[in-house]
């Protein structure tokens, strides 16, 4: 079925990488991405990747996608406070035409 | 990016009453707009799927007859919560994508409505 799984919280301290991890299921899905979410908020994209792609970087985000383990990972470089927010894992179920969210990780900032 | 604009941002009423929302492109025709439920501290739950045009497409468990959506134009869609109830209190979020090969390759959302039924 349609699942898209990541743990739900995470703390780290501010300078660290953060390092949030989702799996997915459909394997002929062709587009992933990470959505940042904060308080009250609508969901602002943070980015996404093509199913092709192993990795890719923006600034301090980086995006590793391992297909044959249904594996995403997006990496905060030298988190910040104002990284604190929810992060929600996405995947594109072409089959469906839809989008499936993950539960969403909690980062939280110690300092 | 991209703006999605939905309004109101939070709106309270009495259990029996319609309440509609609408999410608006600004900058982009919307073919597809999607219908999201978010429930406190929880993830996002798809309603619903609109295509300009056409009747939308609802997600198994969601009443088509309790939520009534429109996407009459390519910058409009509107979701109507008919007969709420204080169980169908939450936060709903609208999100659009425009036409093209790779239109899902960005999804923009709206900053989304809570619904408050007393």
């Known amino acids: 079925g349609e699942d898209v799984e990541q743990s739900l919280f995470l703390s780290v301290r501010e300078g660290d990488s953060s ?9 002929s899905s062709t ?3 990470w959505y ?7 969901l602002q994209l943070l980015t996404y990747i093509f199913s092709n792609m192993d990795m890719k970087q923006d600034q301090r985000l980086t995006v590793l996608l391992n297909k044959k ?16 927010a929810i992060y929600f894992c996405a995947e594109y179920y072409s089959s469906a035409s ?8 909690r980062l939280s900032i110690r300092p | 990016g991209a703006v ?3 309004h109101p941002s939070w709106v309270i009423c009495k259990s029996g009453t319609s309440v509609k929302i609408e999410c608006r492109s600004l900058d982009f025709q919307a073919t597809t707009m999607f219908w999201y439920r978010q429930f406190p501290k929880q993830s996002l739950m798809l ?9 939308a497409t609802y ?10 959506i429109n996407h009459a134009s390519l910058t409009l869609s509107t979701l109507t919560v008919t007969s709420a109830h204080p169980e169908d209190s939450s936060f709903y979020i609208c999100s659009a994508s425009g036409s093209g090969s790779h239109f899902l390759e960005k999804l923009f959302f709206g900053s989304g409505t809570q619904l408050s039924v007393l």
Do not use: W
């Open chain 1, 19 to 27: 390092v949030i991890n989702c799996t997915y299921t459909d394997s």
């Open chain 1, 31 to 33: 587009y992933l991405y």
């Open chain 1, 36 to 42: 940042k979410q904060e308080p009250g908020a609508g």
């Open chain 1, 69 to 84: 383990d249904k594996h995403l990972s997006l990496r905060i470089a030298d988190t910040q406070t104002g990284d604190s």
């Open chain 1, 98 to 105: 839809k989008i499936i969210f993950g539960s969403g990780t």
């Open chain 2, 4 to 6: 999605v604009s939905q």
């Open chain 2, 47 to 55: 309603m619903a799927t609109s295509n300009e045009g056409s009747k």
């Open chain 2, 59 to 68: 997600e198994q468990g969601v009443e088509k007859d309790k939520f009534l």
